[in-house]
């Protein structure tokens, strides 16, 4: 292939990637948009991004006093919405515009909400058990209450009969519930279920991994061409000001002449003016163009070095993902409960506030027999919308050495149907349930189609289950999951989000096809040269409003510089039972259509005939496609090629299936 042909084919593909940055550009006035929305609204809700906002937000909240539980849950409505808010910003603002000192902000602002919502449900929690005694059963005697909302579910019993007999605590309409010892059952204690429906556990685990230095050392090199075209837009800027002035000097000088003479000075000026503009523009383009391509490499590159050791019964993080939130167990002392006194209601407040019942006692020579304090049952339902492809494993959170244990827990029995979970507890604390992050991986197959104008879907198949994905514009869509041939109702089915959100809450629902940079050591992969990778995946969006592209077995048996897949023009018209496929291979700067089929019995990188080497995907397609197909593919949206760029990206189809 000729080198003046290379060029210019790389030089169209260079237009045709301006899409990239032109996403991009849309994106960052969407969050200037939000911002300025936010302002005009008044509604009371801080900004997130401005700290002055939030540590009044916080100091207010905190000040507030008494607050019921129905209370503090229509509070943490707003909270959990700027906690999702500020995760975000974090998420999807380049790393080049994140300043360090912000960062700090945002993920300090992340704890004080998190710890302060916990806190305000530990003072709810006192004050109903206050009340437990004028709430009672009439039956049992005991106090039982439950209060269910979209984020939070309490379930709470308190002990007010202490009735040796009554160990078994069931809550109405539920199968959820404890098993107590006799000690308990005779002890003036409460005992609490509070499902958070998200986790805000895990962040407190320390995470110490190179991830952070490599993305800052992608960050700088970023910045540094940021700062040198900065520097060049500057420089350019300055020379066609000393023009204009030297323009303006003539024509003070002429001033006497023609008028007609002016008039075609102004104009000069006025296209100088307008050439300045968009060299500037074109240079702006460029630096944000460079910008997005380090973003793109940074989620395709793996990991040198593995997390840090963890002990045996320690949960690794980077494996195993929480799914479901998390159950905050605890054992607590009722507190002194209100008494009516001549038309008032008498209470003691204790100074300490709500304190935890030790289960077991730190000593326990008093006890007379061994077994006096026997791990407790614990009968927990698994939340609606979470798929747990092989039976959840039961963890507890160390406070002391902050991760997530196995140890301490027996006896762990799933029922599917029942969506029911049980198993024996030594000490009560917060507890989740952890699911294999990889379960997923690798995919055993592929396929992302066009659908309609701007519109595709990919399908991913595994081992359990096949997703389907809809793709639009700048949004994405849960199309349909089946689990062993049958389909599964998601709730995020038919829920139109953003590419981040969107892979976030799929990640929660169980339904993670999303690796990590750290995904490599937990999973056999068919490894590809991230640059090579990238490229491919940038080409295939560009291309994927008119062409389907398709899993290929040979992209297992070519090297890691390499990658093959299936292509073909999508015409709504044809048959889908016998496709006709051809098979490309890539190495990120020459794409070839190879001479084997799918169904072939040995790979070869031959030739088809009468096909030639091109340097780019778009170009290589050219050479079979109609005319209709290109003209779609230069029209097609830039907020939809960058999002179905960022899927495959984010699922990176070419090294995990």
């Known amino acids: ?114 710890e302060l919502l916990h806190l305000k449900f ?164 460029k630096v944000l163009s460079e910008t997005v391509s380090a973003a793109q490499l940074l989620l395709v590159e793996n990991s040198s070095e593995k997390p840090d050791f963890f002990e045996n019964d320690m949960v690794d993080l980077f494996q195993f993902t929480t799914l479901g939130g998390v159950y905050h167990l605890d054992i607590l002392e009722l507190p002194p409960q209100c008494k009516p006194v001549k038309g008032w ?91 294999d992050a990889h379960i997923n991986m690798p995919y055993q197959s592929w396929e992302l189609r066009p659908l309609d104008v701007n519109k595709v879907l990919l399908t991913v198949t595994t081992v359990f289950t096949e997703i389907q994905i809809q793709i639009k514009e700048n949004l994405c869509m849960l199309s349909s999951v089946k689990l062993k041939d049958k389909k599964h109702i998601s709730l995020l089915e038919g829920t139109w989000m953003t590419p981040i959100p969107f892979i976030i809450a799929l990640k929660e629902a169980g339904l993670n096809i999303f690796p990590t940079r750290y995904s490599h050591f937990y999973v056999v992969i068919n490894n590809k040269v991230p640059l090579v990778e990238v490229k491919a995946y940038r080409q295939m969006a560009l291309l994927s409003s008119t062409f389907a592209f398709g899993w290929s077995k040979w992209n297992l048996l070519c090297n890691s510089t390499k990658v093959v897949f299936k292509v073909r023009e999508h015409l709504p018209e044809e048959c889908t039972e016998n496709p006709n496929w051809a098979l490309l291979m890539f190495s990120g700067d020459r794409a070839q259509r190879l001479k084997i089929k799918e169904e072939s019995e040995a790979f070869s990188e031959a030739l088809k005939e009468e096909t030639e080497f091109h340097s780019t995907l778009y170009h290589m397609v050219r050479d079979f496609a109609s005319k209709e197909a290109m003209e779609k593919v230069r029209s097609s949206n830039c907020q939809f090629v960058n999002s179905v760029c960022h899927m495959l990206l984010s699922t990176r189809l070419l090294s995990y299936s």
């Open 1 to 114: 292939m000729d080198l003046e042909r290379r060029n210019e084919e790389l030089e169209e593909l260079y237009l045709l990637e301006r899409c990239f940055p032109e996403a991009e550009k849309l994106k960052q006035e969407t969050r200037m948009l939000s911002q300025w929305k936010h302002y005009i609204q008044c509604d009371g809700s801080p900004d997130p991004a401005i700290a002055q906002e939030m540590n009044t937000f916080i100091s207010l909240w905190k000040e507030k006093t008494n607050e019921t539980f129905e209370e503090v849950i229509e509070k943490s409505k707003v909270v959990l919405n700027l906690i999702e808010k500020l995760k975000f910003i974090l998420l999807e603002t380049p790393p080049c515009d994140l300043q360090d000192k912000n960062i700090i902000q945002y993920q300090e602002s992340i704890l004080q909400l998190q």
């Open 122 to 285: 530990n003072v709810a929690t006192e004050i109903l058990l206050r009340q437990a005694s004028t709430l009672a059963d009439l039956d049992s005697g005991n106090m039982e209450k439950v209060i269910k909302d979209e984020n939070v579910t309490l379930y709470v019993w308190a002990n007010l009969k202490k009735n040796p007999r009554h160990r078994s605590v069931r809550f109405s309409e539920t199968q959820i519930g404890f098993e107590i010892p006799r000690i308990l059952a005779t002890s003036d204690i409460a005992v609490r279920l509070l499902h958070t429906h998200y986790d805000h556990v895990s962040a407190l685990h320390p995470v110490s991994t190179p991830s952070k230095e490599h993305a800052s050392s992608v960050t700088e090199l970023v910045k540094d061409d940021v700062e040198n075209v900065e520097k060049a837009i500057c420089k350019e800027v300055e020379e066609e000001s000393k023009q204009q002035e030297k323009q303006s000097h003539l024509i003070q000088e002429e001033k006497l002449k023609v008028e007609e003479e002016q008039d075609d000075t102004e104009v000069k000026m006025s296209s100088a003016e307008e050439e300045s503009e968009a060299i500037k523009c074109e240079l702006e383009m």
């Open 345 to 435: 209601m008498i209470v003691e407040i204790l100074k300490e506030g709500l304190q935890k019942y030790t289960y077991p006692p730190e000593t326990t020579e008093d006890f007379e027999t061994e077994n006096a304090f026997p791990p407790i049952e614990v009968t927990l339902e698994v939340h609606e919308n979470v798929i747990f492809f092989e039976n959840p494993m039961v963890v507890r959170w160390d406070a002391e050495g902050k991760h997530w244990r196995t140890d301490g827990i027996s006896n762990v029995s799933y029922k599917p149907n029942e969506r029911l979970v049980t198993f024996s507890l030594d000490t009560f604390g917060p507890v989740t349930l952890i699911q």
